[in-house]
């Protein structure tokens, strides 16, 4: 089994930082990418940032120029910062593991999720 675990949520004003944190453990062959999707009362879940095994980094148009998401694979861990916060950034932010099988089928596993608040 794997285990996601996030941190680093809070409230925080508009304008203002916060930096999330995510650590993949267990059973792991190998993770092909991690990233944060993030979710609003009655929205879907929606992809903030993506980064591959090999540093390919992807965003959402809303979040290019404000967030970086960055990597250490050593570690199996995930960092989201945050800049320039703005309201409708409020969610609940997931972070995923995207990592390969014995039987070469990936899967995702998923976090609790740590809600981020941007509010003054």
């Known amino acids: 089994q794997v285990q996601v675990v996030e941190s680093g949520g809070g409230l925080v004003q508009p304008g203002g930082s916060l930096r999330l944190s995510c650590a993949a453990s267990?059973?792991?062959?190998?993770?092909?990418?991690m990233g944060w999707y993030r979710q609003a009362p009655g929205n879907q879940r929606d992809l903030v940032a993506s980064?591959?095994?090999?540093?390919?980094?992807n965003y959402a148009d809303s979040v290019k120029g404000r967030f970086t998401i960055s990597r250490d694979n050593a570690k199996n861990t995930v960092l989201l910062q945050m800049n320039s916060l703005k309201p409708e950034d409020t969610a609940l932010y997931y972070c995923y593991a995207r990592v390969g099988s014995a039987n070469g089928v990936p899967y995702n596993y998923w976090g609790q999720g740590t809600q981020v608040t941007v509010s003054s």
């Open positions: 980064i591959s095994s090999g540093g390919t980094t």
């Open positions: 267990g059973s792991i062959l190998t993770i092909y990418s």
